[in-house]
């Protein structure tokens, strides 16, 4: 039971540790499109490079937790 409620705790960081950085990132592309608008093709490209990495690391961490589940 205890590894169960482990697991859960990790899959919960696992979901909420890439919501975080989305968040950051959408903040930190507003501020600077508000600040420097014409830098937008650069500030999008990066956006999106980060955005993605995120997901990919969320989706791995996803799939690890529920290879443990199976095991257990």
Known sequence: ???YIVLL???FL???GPCG???A???ASITALGRNPSAAPKIFLAM???LACAVGLSI???LI???LFSVN
Do not use: G, K
């Open 48 to 50: 999106t490079i980060t």
């Open 14 to 16: 696992c979901i909420v």
């Open 60 to 62: 791995v961490a996803m």
């Open 1 to 3: 039971m205890a590894n």
């Open 25 to 27: 990132s959408a903040y």
């Open 65 to 67: 937790v529920y290879q």
């Open 21 to 23: 950085v989305m968040a």
């Open 9 to 11: 705790l990790i899959l």
